[in-house]
């Protein structure tokens, strides 16, 4: 599996988990900042612990472009997250 099949991977399941959590919490019926913590919890803790386990590898080349990949994914989640609260309040 190359690089891009687990990139490809890793942030479809990211972006799953982190629409699925805003929805759950906006059906829970949670008051805006709860969601607010919970929508900022899961999106900046797996690619947080992902750096984390790269960093223990210390392979350079790997943290420099991985970590450019994560620092990404963290801004698709953070914009999913987003998104996905504004649809979710009209439709739900």
Do not use: E, H
Not at 59 to 65: C, K, M, S, Y
């Amino acid at each position: 599996m190359n690089a891009a099949a687990i990139f490809l991977l890793i942030g479809s399941i990211y972006l799953v988990i982190v629409a699925y959590g805003v929805v759950r919490t906006m059906k829970k019926g949670l008051p805006p900042r709860a969601r607010l913590a919970s929508a900022a919890a899961q999106v900046v803790v797996p690619p947080v612990a992902l750096f984390a386990a790269l960093l223990t590898t210390g392979d350079a080349f790997a943290i420099g472009g991985w970590g450019v990949m994560l620092g990404m994914l963290l801004v698709a989640g953070t914009l999913l997250a987003i998104c996905t609260d504004m649809i979710a309040r009209r439709l739900l």
